[in-house]
């Protein structure tokens, strides 16, 4: 199962002055994609939890968020989705850090979607693989993105060092999902990955795999 997803135009990096970063309400941004992985999101609450608010901040500072801003204000995220969505779900007024990627001059949902498509910056495959979907269906909030287990297992054997990480290629853990998700695996959720992982270690490991960003062997 081939991923076929956009040309992708490369983020630009956060600003050395730490101090021009904004501060962010996260349940206003707007999500660019339709999906995530629960283990991972269960992984960072653990994270969280562990911290103190100073500790968190001093963290989500390292961490900003890229940011599209549209003319009245309203933010879309291009990437920490599962760091946010974690961090949400435990504290509904958390705030982040956050820097303006592209500022557009327009206020209309379709026309900040269409400037994100454009760039690549739209993950439009849903919790079960399929799709591409209209940009229309993305969810207003963090809190309404699906889960894809395939994505909870990518992140997993990335978290094994079975895969390699790949920043600058776009959804890299999706393309993996998509892959692992042609073959034949066990039943398995986010919450219950172990059926799944032997397999998907061999498989990961395979040179089927080979063409995928990430190979180790």
């Known amino acids: 199962m081939a991923l076929h997803l956009p040309p992708y135009q490369p983020l630009p990096a956060p600003p050395d002055d730490p101090d021009s970063l904004l501060e962010v309400t996260v349940a206003e941004l707007r999500p660019t994609q339709l999906c995530i992985g629960l283990a991972e999101i269960r992984h960072r609450q653990a994270d969280f939890a562990g911290e103190s608010r ?71 495959h849903d919790g079960r693989g399929q799709g591409p979907w209209p940009p229309e269906r993305l969810p207003r909030t963090l809190l309404g993105l699906e889960d ?14 079975v895969i390699e990480a790949a920043p600058l290629i776009p959804f890299h853990e999706f393309r993996w999902g998509a892959w692992l998700r042609s073959r034949c695996l066990p039943p398995f959720s986010s919450l219950c990955l172990e059926p799944a992982l032997p397999a998907a270690r061999a498989l990961a490991r395979s040179t089927a795999a080979r063409r995928l960003a990430g190979w180790k062997g």
């Open 54 to 124: 100073k500790e968190r901040r001093r963290y989500l500072r390292r961490k900003p968020v890229p940011l599209v801003r549209a003319r009245s204000g309203a933010l879309w995220m291009v990437d920490r989705h599962h760091r946010l969505r974690g961090l949400l779900e435990i504290d509904p007024d958390a705030e982040a850090f956050g820097y303006v990627v592209l500022q557009l001059t327009s206020d209309h949902p379709r026309v900040v979607l269409e400037a994100l498509a454009q760039r690549g910056w739209l993950y439009l």
């Open 148 to 161: 894809d287990p395939y994505r909870s297992l990518v992140w997993k054997l990335k978290q094994e060092k």
